[in-house]
């Protein structure tokens, strides 16, 4: 590891200039490479106290060991040389978009005698024009397929056209009208250059010209009675119809516009970008990269800019840029957009209108592409082997920690204070065992008593199933009162069968229920991990010790820097960025905040949809929704007879005194105010399915259904 202040430059010898600059390590690769607006500022960044720079960028500056740079005149040259560099030397601590897969183009190749129409993947060449990415190669050769009806480009290869003109005979599609046969000169080569830059025009968007020369035509020939000719004209106007219909109108005003939008967290980030060619989607393609360095969201467009557009010139680039940040400054990143297209390019944030609303589908396809991103790599078995024994070696445990519980505590400013409790099992996530509790023992915000409080109790619960089941090794139980544990839920099955160990060996008797179901909090984790720094980590490991236990260890991590905490320590552990245990570690963290903070807005809501019917014992959802269907409002039902409220199917005499003596003893609310006309509002019982507003209210999806409140 290499001291930076072994080769940090003398502040003099630095220029006050835009300029691009490069760190080497100690055999001379390019391990990063920058721009600046100024570059004395800029490199005087990197060789600050090592303590206060981010992990990523201290870990880059201690593997190099010299800093050079070039001056430019302007920060457009310095944002063309950062590319070319980049894509010179590939330096390993630089973002780097990986496509997720490889995008197939329609292209048409101009650049020949007889243009061909084919799918081409991979780079592009001169001369050749192309459309899309397209999602899928079937997707081209659809659309091809039903406009070489109108268009009857040649398609065959170089091979089969030789053949075709050394033997006088065309290949299938010339005898079935789909290629207009150029190989025995049907047509000659200037015409079906002309039939190809028509292709070409309509797959630009430029469809109306076309369908209203085939709709003139087809009239005509119908006047003058050629029926057969109709049809046929009318069956290619069928055919560009459904052509179209394949990429739907997105944008009315016919723009030409790229959509780029950013899914990211700590450590990764996708992109994904919709090319939108006469208002319509034409093509879609995302990549996804690991976050090397501490980078905004501005800089991450900045780079996916400079890969998308940074081998094309002219209407490649489109006129209009639409981003979710701008990069910092934004005129440099415009003038280079407009110097590679040669004409003027808007990029911008879409604020409002049709062009925000296509923005959010572009946002939500790159969040889509980031789970199914994390969860391929979370899926493999000998990632997730590789990241427990990291998780170990960081920790200095005996073994692997094949069993994983994480807790969070969820609150909106103190009120309605909850925790979860997420288990992962060999790196996988085993739903069935989430927990989650709400905070008894205080009210108020206080992250550090409700962390433990809420290890105390998961441990009590686990302390007295060990000693219920005579299996304390000294014949006696440690310290503490286990039946001071809160009350359990209901335990949970997901489907998956019986619970196993990590080992895949059935549980022991002990472990399970009369009913063979295991039992909750009877089995214990090698390692919790609580979301937070030293405060949550100390709180945690003390109430273990209060417990007498000593066989489990904790772990807290710190979101700000993805800090790794240890009880008693404190430095905390720094894993390296590239290191599957953190992400291990964060994708844990994550799943416990989420389950967390569904649970504490699911208890929001339902305080807020409170009503004084749902603490009538017997009175269930059905028959408290045909009552306020019958009466109208609470109001009403508060002043009606038990008479009238027997009237209600369902409600007998005996319900019907208790809901009458409930209501009566419950205080009446503060009448509603319609703060815009000043009217008292009636006093409207909420549907208990619907919030105030009348839109449904959810719980939180199925699977988190599954967590039993403690």
Not at 76 to 98: G, T
Not at 154 to 161: D, E, M, Q, Y
Not at 185 to 206: N, P
Not at 631 to 659: H, M, N
Request: include cysteine.
């Amino acid at each position: 590891m290499a001291d930076p202040s072994s080769y940090r430059p003398k502040p003099g010898q630095i220029p006050d200039s835009p300029g691009v600059y490069r760190f080497r390590d100690e055999h001379r690769r390019v391990i990063y490479v920058g721009k600046a607006k100024s570059l004395r500022q800029r490199l005087a960044n990197y060789f600050q106290d090592l303590a206060g720079l981010h992990p990523r960028t201290r870990s880059m500056v201690t593997t190099a060991a010299s800093v050079e740079w070039t001056v430019v005149s302007t920060e457009v040259e310095a944002l063309q040389l950062e590319y070319s560099w980049i894509k010179e030397f590939d330096p390993r601590f630089n973002v780097k978009y990986r496509d997720d897969k490889s995008y197939p183009y329609l292209a048409v190749t101009m650049n020949e005698e007889y243009p061909r129409v084919q799918v081409m993947r991979g780079h592009k060449k001169k001369g050749v024009r192309y459309f899309g990415p397209y999602a899928h190669a079937w997707a081209i050769r659809d659309t091809v397929d039903l406009l070489l009806r109108v268009f009857p480009v040649r398609t065959c290869s170089a091979g089969v056209f030789k053949n075709a003109r050394r033997t006088g005979r065309p290949c299938l599609l010339g005898y079935i009208g789909k290629c207009s046969a150029p190989c025995v000169d049907r047509i000659s080569a200037e015409e079906h250059r002309e039939l190809a830059e028509e292709f070409c025009d309509f797959m630009a968007g430029r469809t109306g010209t076309y369908l209203r020369r085939l709709e003139r035509q087809m009239q005509e020939a119908a006047e003058a009675m050629e029926y057969e000719r109709a049809a046929r004209l009318r069956d290619d106007i069928g055919a560009l119809r459904k052509a179209m219909e394949k990429n739907a109108v997105v944008l009315a005003d016919a723009t030409d516009a790229d959509l780029i939008a950013v899914a990211e967290d700590e450590l990764e980030a996708a992109v994904q970008i919709f090319h939108v060619r006469g208002g319509r989607v034409r093509g879609q393609r995302g990549w996804v990269t690991d976050k090397v360095e501490e980078i905004t969201t501005g800089a991450l467009v900045e780079h996916a800019l400079q890969q998308l557009y940074g081998e094309e010139t002219g209407d490649a680039v489109p006129k209009e840029v639409l981003v979710p940040a701008l990069p910092d400054p934004v005129e440099p990143v415009q003038e280079w957009l407009s110097g590679r297209r040669g004409a003027q390019v808007s990029l911008r944030v879409p604020q409002r209108g049709d062009k925000r609303a296509l923005m959010e589908t572009v946002e939500r396809n790159a969040q889509q592409a980031l789970v199914l991103h994390k969860t391929k790599r979370a899926s493999d078995l000998t990632t997730r082997s590789r990241a427990l024994e990291e998780i170990a070696d960081a920790l200095e445990l005996d073994s692997a920690p094949l069993r994983i519980e994480c807790y969070d505590i969820s609150h909106l400013q103190g009120d309605d204070v909850v925790a979860s409790m997420v288990v992962f099992e060999d790196g996988l996530a085993r739903k069935s065992e989430y927990r989650r509790f709400q905070i008894k023992g205080f009210e108020g915000q206080d992250d550090v008593r409700s962390m433990h409080e809420v290890i105390t109790r998961r441990f009590k619960r686990y302390l007295a199933e060990k000693e219920r089941t005579g299996e304390w090794t000294d014949g006696e139980s440690p310290n503490g009162d286990a039946g001071a544990a809160g009350v359990a839920g209901t335990g949970a099955d997901d489907g998956s069968g019986p619970l196993t160990d990590v080992s895949s060996a059935p549980l022991s008797d002990g472990l399970k229920d009369e009913d063979g179901r295991p039992k909750r909090f009877a089995y214990p984790p090698q390692l919790v991990v609580v979301d937070g720094g030293q405060p949550q980590v100390a709180a945690a490991q003390r109430a273990l010790d209060e417990l007498g236990i000593d066989d489990i260890a904790v772990c807290g991590l710190a979101k700000r820097l993805e800090e790794v905490w240890v009880p008693g320590e404190d430095d905390p552990v720094i894993l390296p960025r590239t290191s599957e245990g953190l992400y291990l570690l964060q994708r844990i963290r994550d799943e416990a905040h989420r389950f967390a903070i569904t649970y504490q807005r699911t208890k929001r809501s339902k305080r807020f949809r409170s009503s004084p019917l749902d603490d009538i014992p017997g009175l269930g959802d059905t028959r408290r929704q045909a009552l306020i269907k019958h009466f109208g409002s609470l109001k009403r039902l508060r002043s009606a007879t038990i008479d009238q409220i027997c009237e209600v199917p369902g409600i007998g005499r005996k319900t019907a005194e208790t809901i009458a003596v409930a209501l009566a003893q419950a205080a009446p609310a503060a009448p509603a105010v319609n703060t815009a006309t000043g009217e008292i509002m009636e006093d409207e019982a909420p549907d208990p399915t619907t919030g105030a507003s009348g839109e449904p209210v959810t719980a939180g999806v199925p699977d988190e259904r599954r967590g039993q409140e403690t």
